[in-house]
């Protein structure tokens, strides 16, 4: 069984006591099949640590670069200059993380608005998808995305989906207008709490091939470890309870949400070529 971590922030000094900590993640991650953990940044200079940590794990662990909305107000155009130079880096497998959040405001709304236009200016410039925080901001959120999805042709090259909905807490018609503009809707650890029931209502109504799974670690951990720290290695959690509400097995959740990830980062190219070295080199 393979699986994909489209969020975490397993770089972040608060995830645990350094790097070392985060190295003994992705091995745990591993250990519990997780073949791809996406790690991302909220600043310039927590974006710089995240394609760090992507550079100590190829194959393993892929780069996003972006300002958090809570970060808005600190950014000013150099380093929006400097997130835009860094995401053309081949580590790096998205741009965010990028969003506005109307329930916390901890920058201002025409801060959060201005970095967000940016950053979208940014992914469309490098070709590359959006990770997408939206918080009591969906009416805000979902015409910014629009007009920006009608600038894009509703998909990158190659097909690719735009974007990521990421810890989605909306409902299901929010869900199918993000589908429509060509996002993928990212499931949390958080789906196996009992009260996660929009949540749940979400999972079952949206087709699986428009999942992906995170875990947001190291926040948010599933019904089994909580009061924990959440890390990549629990991301199996939301695939099981996945599996459960849409009465599948857990092996097509995971291989089916694992290909949409794969997609979306534009790893699966580089999957399929490792597979095709390996079958080659067992010829030969
Ligand atoms: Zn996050």
């Not at 920058?107 to 970095?115: A, F, I, K, L, T």
Request: charged letters at 25%.
């Amino acid at each position: 069984m393979r699986l994909v971590d489209t969020h975490s922030h397993i770089h972040d000094p608060e995830f645990g006591r350094g790097p070392a900590d985060a190295d003994a993640a992705v091995a745990r991650a591993q250990a519990a099949g997780v073949t791809l953990i996406v790690t991302l940044g909220v600043d310039r200079a927590d974006s710089e640590a995240a394609v760090a940590l992507a550079g100590r794990h190829p194959g393993a662990v892929l780069a996003a670069v972006g300002v958090h909305p809570h970060a808005a107000k600190d950014a000013g155009d150099d380093d929006l200059d400097a997130l835009e130079a860094l995401a053309r880096d081949p580590r790096v497998a998205l741009i965010g993380e990028i969003g506005l959040d109307f329930y916390r405001n901890l920058s201002p709304r025409d801060d959060q608005m201005r970095v967000m236009r940016r950053q979208l200016d940014t992914a469309r410039r490098v070709a590359k998808p959006v990770a997408v925080h939206a918080r009591e901001a969906h009416d805000e959120v979902l015409p910014l995305l629009a007009a920006w999805s009608r600038e894009m042709g509703g998909r990158l090259p190659g097909g690719r989906p735009l974007g990521v909905m990421h810890y989605f807490s909306a409902g299901a018609d929010h869900a199918r207008r993000y589908i429509e503009l060509g996002f993928v809707i990212s499931v949390h650890t958080s789906v196996t709490h009992p009260k996660a029931t929009q949540l749940a209502a979400v999972v079952r109504d949206t087709p699986l091939e428009h999942l992906v799974l995170e875990t947001d670690s190291p926040y948010g951990a599933p019904q089994r470890y909580r009061g924990t720290r959440n890390e990549p290695a629990y991301v199996a959690e939301a695939a099981g309870r996945v599996a459960e509400i849409k009465g599948i097995s857990i092996e097509e959740v995971a291989e089916t949400t694992t290909r949409n990830a794969e997609r979306l980062l534009g790893a699966g190219a580089m999957h399929e070529s490792a597979v095709l070295q390996t079958a080659r080199h067992a010829r030969d």
